[in-house]
């Protein structure tokens, strides 16, 4: 996907240079970055600068953005699979609330599968490299996926485990520096929102930047709309971690109530995953996912 965007961007008119490493990036009028390439440093300037550089953002640390995080919850593991009998065309999920845990196998074609754990650190001890991969199954079995998926599957990439706590800053644009996709904010990777959240924040930003000749105030348009629906994520992406990973009789009850009516009315189950965080989200939505209406 890189490779393609990269050619678009090529075929648009783009400079793309790759084997550069950025060293500075300066907030001003006009904002600065400081590269090396071949052990010659210089610095550029733009119009605007445009940080897409992941969680860790040296972007958002040199632009001066002060970073939240959510509360820590969840831990996430994964590993590619090859040799996995599974149909190619169909993704499973298999949450178990009560041992507070999701496993998830997805296709990528040829019998190699994206697998993953997810897990409270409280009840499951850090699941990383090749001698946790049979731990890893009897967490994935555990939670309920069949041990069969996995017999004969052969692990051809590293096992690791990552936090899964969400991190954003609030108003990703000053001084002529933009943040997007995890560098701006990332939610938790549960739910699978963040390559939607980059190309969301991509054409965001771009739509802002052309309806503008004043760059200035594009980029703090697009900052105000990425606080928006960022929040609107955090805010239905807490929603489900109370349905699916809560604990205690409280949680018990609601899912108790819930999932009847969410049987009978799939359209109770607030969308936004998929259909994104344009859709309404006020406490009507919670209450109507929760059965409480």
Known sequence: MQQVVIEAAEQAGADVQRGVTVRLVRPGQPPAVTIEADKTVRELTARLVVCADGKS???RTWGGFATRRGKPRLLGAGVMFEQMKI?????VLVYNPPAQQEALLFPQG???VRAYLVYSPQTVARLQGEADVARFIEGCVRTGMPAKNYAGARPVAPLASFDMTEHWVDHPYRDGIALIGDAAG???????????MTARDARVLAEQLLGSDDWDAAGHAYARARDKYFQVCLTVED????????QGAEADARRARAFPLIAEQPDRFPDHGAGGPDLACDDNVRRRFFGED
């Open 239 to 246: 929603w489900e971690f109370d349905f699916f990973f809560a």
């Open 57 to 59: 953002s040296m972007g």
């Open 110 to 112: 040829g019998g190699r």
């Open 186 to 196: 990332a939610t938790d990777p549960t739910w699978g929102q963040g390559l939607s």
């Open 87 to 91: 149909p190619d065309d169909t993704g």
